[in-house]
């Protein structure tokens, strides 16, 4: 069964700073890969996605992730934070074999709290 | 612009009663969800709707019923609510039918509910 795994619950950093927030897979089909974004009393909304093609994607808000299939990891990256990035992000994926396997996993989220 | 739509945004019950969240997107979405969201425990697929007419359990179905009213509108009911169902509920849509391999999830911003 497809799990997701994000290694840190907490990151503080300091603005300006870059970050990583870390996101493993497990997995033994191809896998659909997600990062959502959740600010405080809101919704999630999609940052990026990996579907297939190049291992880098670009996603909103100048973050990206780098899908590395031999590490089954996705990790989030941004080279220099604002205070306007604190929000909890979540990873997600979806292997892409049929059954149960094809809905949505979460991981638990990882709560990035930019200091000044 | 409206997207997606949940009402109430709080509730509190006491033990034992019932009640349905409410949840319609405007999106013209094939499919749609309810998860559950905890802390350290990401979200949890309760329920899902493929497609209008179809409805199907997740991950943590137990003391939950849903119905696909129509193609707007998927409704998550409480029969006899419990303290363990104390939770924040997102309701969450996408367009392909079938699930959506590779769709954007659009949340609502959720319903808290405190049971007692």
């Known amino acids: 069964a497809q799990s997701v795994t994000q290694l840190d619950s907490q990151v503080p950093v300091f603005e300006e700073a870059p970050v990583e927030l870390r996101c493993n897979y497990s997995s033994s089909v191809s896998v659909y890969l997600f990062w959502y974004v959740q600010y405080p009393n809101q919704g999630l909304q999609l940052l990026l996605k990996?579907?297939?093609?190049?291992?880098l994607v670009k996603g909103i808000n100048g973050f990206e992730a780098e899908f590395n299939k031999s590490q089954t990891s996705f990790h989030l990256r941004k080279p220099s934070v604002h205070i306007s990035d604190t929000a909890e992000y979540f990873c997600?994926?979806?292997?892409?074999?049929?059954?149960?396997?094809?809905?949505?996993?979460f991981g638990s989220g990882t709560q990035l709290t930019v200091l000044p | 612009n409206a997207g997606v739509t949940q009402t109430p945004k709080f509730q509190v019950l006491k033990t034992g009663q019932s009640m349905t969240l409410q949840c319609a997107q405007d999106m013209n979405h094939n499919s749609m969800y309810w998860y559950r969201q905890d802390p350290g425990m990401g979200l949890r697929l309760i329920y899902y709707s493929a497609s209008e007419g179809t409805t199907d359990k997740g991950e943590v179905p137990n003391g939950y019923n849903v119905s696909r009213l129509n193609k707007r509108e998927f409704s998550l009911r409480l029969e006899s609510a419990a303290p363990s169902q104390t939770s924040v509920y997102f309701c969450a849509s996408t367009i392909l039918a079938g699930g959506s391999l590779a769709g954007e999830l659009f949340f609502g911003e959720g319903s808290r509910l405190t049971v007692l």
């Open positions: 990996y579907l297939s093609g190049s291992t």
């Open positions: 997600a994926g979806r292997g892409i074999s049929s059954g149960s396997a094809r809905q949505l996993t």
